[in-house]
T-cell receptor
Framework: SQQGEEDPQALSIQEGENATMNCSYK?????LQWYRQNSGRGLVHLIL?????REKHSGRLRVTLDTSKKSSSLLITASRAADTASYFC???????????FGTGTKLQVIP | DVKVTQSSRYLVKRTGEKVFLECVQD?????MFWYRQDPGLGLRLIYF???????EKGDIPEGYSVSREKKERFSLILESASTNQTSMYLC???????????????FGPGTRLTVT
């Protein structure tokens, strides 16, 4: 079953603009992770935010987590053409570290 | 750098064939995972393993089996391939923490399997 659902499904922006994508989930989590996938390749881990954290930064990435709303957002600032990829949120609800991935947001950054 | 390798990038098999997909990681990770990825459905977990010889069913285990004889190697087996198993297969690994909390997963490049 899909735990995380990303929104929007697709996003097209100009280079230099900010990109925001959202993730909603259904059950309580220990942490939430964001991954990037370039076309036809494996996923690359971007950032992990734990359930007791509200915001986290990594370079041009900013992630927020609102456990009361069961939602997270990923902000990419000053986007570049190289940021063109699909972005997935993944929720970890504990147990044997089984994470559940959403269906992804496809981001296109136009040069 | 962590490296997760998969035996093939592209594979074409016939219906009814037995198919082996192999995954090897070099970071001494306890956890290993097999996912399939289909358009509009995201990643779906087929099986995972948290230790040698241990395995747990994921969300869609039907038609698949797995083998983990060594810590670094996790194999996915399609006993009798069918056309609905045409998909991208992704392997991943991660550390296991004694307290639940998880950690990032490291992914291989994927195997695009076509069953005709």
């Amino acid at each position: 079953s899909q735990q995380g659902e990303e929104d929007p499904q697709a996003l097209s922006i100009q280079e230099g603009e900010n990109a925001t994508m959202n993730c909603s989930y259904k059950t309580s989590i220990n942490n939430l992770q964001w991954y990037r996938q370039n076309s036809g390749r494996g996923l690359v881990h971007l950032i992990l935010i734990r359930s007791n954290e509200r915001e986290k930064h990594s370079g041009r990435l900013r992630v927020t987590l609102d456990t009361s709303k069961k939602s997270s957002s990923l902000l990419i600032t000053a986007s570049r053409a190289a940021d063109t990829a699909s972005y997935f949120c993944a929720t970890d609800s504990g147990g044997y570290q089984k994470v559940t991935f959403g269906t992804g947001t496809k981001l296109q950054v136009i040069p | 750098d962590v490296k997760v390798t998969q035996s093939s990038r592209y594979l074409v098999k016939r219906t009814g064939e037995k198919v082996f997909l192999e995954c090897v990681q070099d970071m001494d990770h306890e956890n290993m995972f097999w996912y399939r990825q289909d358009p509009g459905l995201g990643l779906r977990l087929i099986y995972f393993s948290y230790d040698v010889k241990m395995k747990e069913k994921g969300d869609i285990p039907e038609g698949y089996s797995v083998s983990r004889e060594k810590k670094e190697r996790f194999s996915l087996i399609l006993e009798s391939a069918s056309t609905n198993q045409t998909s991208m297969y992704l392997c991943a690994s991660s550390f296991r923490f004694p307290v639940t909390g998880g950690d990032e997963q490291y992914f291989g490049p994927g195997t695009r399997l076509t069953v005709t």
